[in-house]
């Protein structure tokens, strides 16, 4: 089975400066994908960022960071220079890559809520 | 806007009672995901559907049924509604059965009072 955590129910930040949203995943698959989700107050789930089990690097997408360690299970997600509309509650998720039953669906943590102040 | 659309977008019925939810993928994606997002429960996987055959299921109960037709468009049908199924309900759509990201529509809000 898999697990994600998020132990930060909020974070706070101020405009333009840098902010990491926390995660910790466990799971028995040997090969996966972590993402991160952004969810506005409107509702709607917005794509940030995907990183690759056996991706040699850091996935990066303009302002968004994955910092990935295989060895503690974390994937943290670094948001660089914040900015007001980045307030939101950000997932954390994973999913199997390759066969099992975990494989395709995602798995989601319970949320950070991210504000930003001006 | 991710290209995935779901309608209707808000749906207030009454316990007991059935509803349908749409879904039209990405154009050229083949693989429909259905996920309900909940206070007490978070984020939950219900089935997936690919190319018209259903690949895995979750945590969906036996009112809740789904499908996905030849033009790939899903429905997920609840029934028997109850208070504690009021949520917003997510379809996702990927390229294949599950090697590549999810993009997730607008979500249809239900309220079953």
């Known amino acids: 089975a898999q697990k994600i955590t998020q132990t930060q129910p909020g974070m706070f930040v101020q405009e333009k400066e840098a902010v990491t949203l926390d995660c910790t995943y466990d799971?028995?698959?040997?090969?996966?994908?972590l993402f991160w989700y952004k969810q506005p107050s409107s509702g709607e789930m917005i794509f940030l960022i995907y990183q690759g089990s056996y991706d040699q690097q850091n996935a990066t997408e303009g302002r968004y960071s994955l910092n990935f360690q295989k060895a503690r299970k974390s994937a943290n997600l670094v948001i660089s220079a914040s900015q007001l509309g980045d307030s939101a509650m950000y997932f954390c998720a994973m999913r199997a890559n390759a066969g099992g039953t975990s494989y395709g669906k995602l798995t989601f943590g319970q949320g950070t809520i991210l504000t930003v102040h001006p | 806007d991710s290209g995935v659309t779901q309608t209707p977008k808000h749906l207030i019925t009454a316990t007991g009672q059935r509803v349908t939810l749409r879904c039209s993928p990405r154009?050229?994606?083949?693989?429909v995901y259905w996920y309900q997002q909940s206070l007490d429960q978070g984020l939950q996987f219900l089935i997936q559907?690919?190319?018209?055959?259903?690949?895995a299921k979750g945590n969906i109960l036996e009112r809740f049924s789904a499908q996905q037709f030849p033009d790939l468009h899903s429905e997920l049908n609840l029934s028997s509604l109850e208070l504690g199924d009021s949520a917003l309900y997510f379809c996702?759509?990927?390229?294949?059965?599950?090697?590549?990201?999810?993009?997730f529509g607008p979500g249809t809000r239900l309220t079953v009072t």
């Open positions: 799971t028995s698959d040997p090969s996966y994908g």
């Open positions: 154009s050229g994606d083949l693989s």
């Open positions: 996702a759509s990927s390229a294949e059965g599950g090697s590549y990201e999810q993009y």
């Open positions: 559907y690919y190319n018209g055959e259903e690949r």
